[in-house]
C-alpha cells in the first residue's frame, strides 16, 4: 500500500505536491482478472472489460491532469485532447 503521502487529495487544484484538500487512498487494482477477461474476449470475440471509447476517455483524464500538474492550473477535458 502506498504512503498517505503519496495519495490523491480531493479538491480543485489540490495535488500531493501542493497539499490541501482530502487525501484518499489509493485503492489497489486487480490486474491478473482484468488480464484473464482481455485473454477471454480474445479468445471467445465477447465483449473486452474496457471498450476503446472507455480506453480513450481515461487518456483524455490522464492527459488533463498531466497538463494540469505541469502549468499548475484546471485543465478542462475537452484541452488534453
Given at each position: 500500500?502506498?504512503p498517505?503521502?503519496?495519495?490523491?487529495?480531493?479538491?480543485?487544484?489540490?495535488?500531493p505536491?501542493?497539499?490541501?484538500?482530502?487525501p484518499?487512498?489509493t485503492?489497489?487494482?486487480?490486474?491478473?482478472?482484468?488480464?484473464?477477461?482481455?485473454?477471454?474476449?480474445?479468445?471467445?470475440?465477447?465483449r473486452?472489460?474496457?471498450?476503446?471509447?472507455?480506453a480513450?476517455?481515461a487518456?483524455?483524464?490522464?492527459?488533463?491532469?498531466?497538463?494540469?500538474?505541469?502549468?499548475?492550473?484546471?485543465?478542462?477535458?475537452?484541452?488534453?485532447?
Amino acid at each position: 500500500m502506498e504512503p498517505e503521502a503519496a495519495w490523491g487529495r480531493l479538491g480543485a487544484g489540490e495535488s500531493p505536491l501542493t497539499g490541501g484538500g482530502e487525501p484518499v487512498r489509493t485503492l489497489p487494482g486487480d490486474y491478473p482478472a482484468y488480464y484473464a477477461a482481455i485473454a477471454e474476449a480474445l479468445r471467445t470475440g465477447g465483449r473486452p472489460p474496457v471498450t476503446a471509447l472507455e480506453a480513450a476517455a481515461a487518456l483524455r483524464v490522464l492527459e488533463a491532469a498531466r497538463l494540469s500538474a505541469a502549468e499548475g492550473r484546471t485543465v478542462v477535458l475537452e484541452e488534453a485532447r
